[in-house]
């Protein structure tokens, strides 16, 4: 069966530090990876997704990036962050453009 | 542009009651729509789905009714648990990506 990792749960960071954020997906090969971002009580926003190694889709300009160096693992960075991008982060893979199965999460805030 | 939203931001229901969550949208294109549930801290998690080319699919508990003339979607749970206490969200897919909704709460009282 597949899983669907992401690391850390939780990370609490200060303005204007570097962020990396870490998914992961086990069973499945070449799956489509998405990042998106919720705020509190709010619904999902797409940020990013990959439809394979290197290929990355942004949804949204902003201060933050995503790379997928092997087919099963997505990264979401920031080299500088900023007070809005505090949020809980979620990972999510799917075998095509439809379902689309969610990470457990990161919450992040930055003071 | 196109867009999925619920009618009802909270609901509130008595344990063993049946509960419907809402959903319009308004792009004609969609053909495949999901239900998702998410709990207080945790990521979404998948309920049950419904393509274009059906009105009615039930899954343990659950029913999903898709009224394509007037762009509607519905959730339907029945006898509601206190473990159901959670967010529900419906998306769909018509193009590359999925299209939130914002939400509804459902609230489960013993």
Redesign the interface.
């Known amino acids: 069966s597949q899983t669907i990792h992401q690391w850390p749960a939780t990370l609490v960071q200060p303005v204007g530090s570097p962020l990396s954020l870490e998914c992961t997906v086990e069973g499945t090969s070449n799956p489509n990876l ?1 990042w998106y971002r919720q705020a509190a009580g ?3 926003q ?1 940020l990013f ?1 990959s439809v394979g190694i290197g290929q990355i889709s942004s ?1 949204v300009p902003q201060n933050l990036s995503a790379s997928r160096p092997q087919d099963r693992q997505f990264i979401l960075s920031s080299k500088k962050l900023l007070l809005s991008d505090s949020g809980f982060y ?1 990972c ?1 893979w799917g075998a095509s ?9 990161t ?1 992040l805030t930055v003071l | 542009g196109e867009s999925v939203g619920l009618h009802l931001p909270t609901l509130s229901v008595q344990e063993g009651d049946n509960s419907i969550i809402n959903c319009a949208y308004s792009n004609s294109a969609s053909d ?1 729509f ?1 239900w ?1 549930k998410q709990e207080s ?6 309920i049950i ?1 419904i393509r274009s080319n059906m009105d009615k699919r039930q899954g343990q508990r659950v029913t999903v009714l898709l009224n394509k003339t007037v762009k509607h979607l519905s959730l339907q749970i029945a006898a509601t648990q206190p473990g159901d206490s959670a967010v529900y ?1 419906c998306a769909e ?1 018509g ?4 299209t ?4 509804t709460m459902l609230l489960v009282s013993p």
């Open positions: 998405y709010r619904g999902l797409l997704y949804e979620l999510a453009t439809d379902t689309q199965y969610f990470g457990p999460g919450r | 495949y999901i998702y801290g945790k990521g979404p998690q998948f789905d969200f897919t193009y590359s990506t999925l939130f909704g914002k939400g």
